[in-house]
């Protein structure tokens, strides 16, 4: 027990170079958008399988793009920004702190949530749609407004 705590106590001693933490948001942010992408794309086909050749779930797609647009546009990007800010702020910026802790606490409910509507929607068109719609939406946000993590700007340091 002794050796984990002195590992732990090394771990929290060291500082990790801001922008270490920015990639470290990028690389969280890009893998929940393809994520998502992936599991909508799948509720989509399982739609199209239930009841072949019907446009709903174009239109889902469609509807999913045009409010993952707005969300990347007006919430997402924000949301970024200050995280970036944010991390320029620490003074002893550790490896756990790309995100602050409510974001991973939010996140492992927001990841529970998905699996379980996903799991709620199998063999149900309507339902399926309305996953679909939601994850596209959030995998759009995510993806699309991931630019500000590259946006070469003083506040970003990369």
């Not at 060291?14 to 990639?23: A, C, D, E, W």
């Not at 509720?43 to 793009?65: D, F, H, N, Q, V």
Request: glycine share 6%.
């Amino acid at each position: 027990m002794e050796k984990s705590n002195r590992k732990f106590s090394i771990i929290n001693k060291v500082n990790i170079p801001p922008y270490i933490l920015k990639i470290l948001a990028a690389v969280v942010w890009y893998i929940g958008g393809i994520v998502l992408l992936l599991k909508g794309t799948h509720l989509l086909w399982e739609a199209e399988s239930l009841t072949p050749g019907r446009i709903w779930p174009w239109l889902a797609l469609i509807t999913g793009l045009f409010f993952g647009s707005m969300k990347a546009k007006f919430l997402f990007s924000k949301s970024c920004q200050k995280n970036l800010i944010r991390i320029d702020g620490l003074e002893q910026p550790k490896l756990w702190q790309f995100f602050r802790l409510r974001f991973f606490i939010f996140l492992v409910l927001m990841i529970a949530t998905g699996i379980t509507l996903s799991r709620a929607a199998q063999g149900n068109y309507p339902f399926l749609l309305s996953v679909a719609i939601l994850d596209y939406s959030i995998a759009i946000a995510l993806v699309g407004s991931s630019y500000v993590f590259w946006r070469h700007s003083p506040s970003t340091g990369l």
